[in-house]
């Protein structure tokens, strides 16, 4: 069996409050195989975008191991990390979090900046995400002009530009139409299965089903 892509072990995050803490995340152990596509579920306040904050490394202030493509993020710097999630992380959001001052092909660019590459190479990668997502026509337009479900597909174009192994998703279709949603959950599978690693979170039973596996979060213990 192939070593996991990410491993957690015993992660904990809490906050201070009133002269005690609150914990969000108590005991976190999991492990994600290349090639899955896992839907994180539980109550709201579960826990759910922080664990996915922390495995997207836009949450620093956790304690435990982190294990991501086989490095100990947990005893990288800052700066380390940040290159590690380039490399490797792409991060959709419920509110699409486009750049509103840039074009579409534009926000599709922003990833490659932190890229030594040519300037045709960076037009190329933009025009192959442009066809591959039917957004073509809509490249020169700003987010506002869009749809939501368009916007989202801009969102989850700018997260694969820089070909990343694994894609995290917080509540993805959260704002969009149950047709969209489903447009959106097909687009994932599909990427699934050209072997992109899916993490996705969810209250929606629906989404949950184009999934391998469910994995519950309860005051912030991951459900046996
Ligand atoms: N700065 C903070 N100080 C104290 N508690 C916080 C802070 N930020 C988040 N929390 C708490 O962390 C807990 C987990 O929040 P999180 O957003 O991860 O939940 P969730 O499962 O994603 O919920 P939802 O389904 O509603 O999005 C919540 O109880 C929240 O109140």
Redesign the pocket.
């Known amino acids: 069996m192939s070593s996991p892509l990410i491993s957690l072990r015993q992660i904990e995050k809490s906050?201070p409050?009133a002269g005690g803490r609150?914990w969000?995340l108590r005991n976190i152990d999991l492990d994600i195989q290349p090639g899955e596509f896992v839907t994180m579920m539980?109550?709201?306040?579960?826990?759910?975008?922080?664990?996915?904050?922390v495995m997207g490394m836009l949450d620093a202030e956790w304690k435990g191991e982190y294990f991501l493509d086989g490095q100990a993020v947990h005893a990288m710097k800052l700066k380390e990390r940040g290159e590690l999630s380039r490399r490797t992380i792409g991060f959709v959001f419920q509110q699409y979090h486009l750049l509103d001052n840039l074009t579409v092909a534009e926000n599709l660019e922003v990833p490659l900046s932190y890229r030594d590459l040519k300037r045709g190479e960076r037009e190329a990668l933009v025009g192959d995400m442009l066809d591959r997502f039917q957004l073509v026509g809509k490249k020169d337009l700003f987010p506002s002009q869009l749809s939501g479900g368009q916007q989202q597909l801009v969102g989850i174009a700018r997260a694969l530009i820089a070909s990343p192994k694994v894609l995290l998703a917080?509540?993805p279709t959260g704002n969009l139409h149950s047709q969209q949603a489903k447009h959106i959950m097909e687009v994932f599978q599909t990427l699934n299965k050209q072997g992109t690693t899916i993490i996705q979170?969810t209250?929606s039973e629906a989404n949950a089903a184009y999934g391998h596996r469910i994995i519950q979060?309860a005051d912030?213990w991951l459900q046996k």
């Open positions: 906050y409050l609150v969000v539980g109550p709201s306040g579960a826990g759910k975008s922080t664990l996915l904050s917080d509540e979170v209250h979060l912030g």
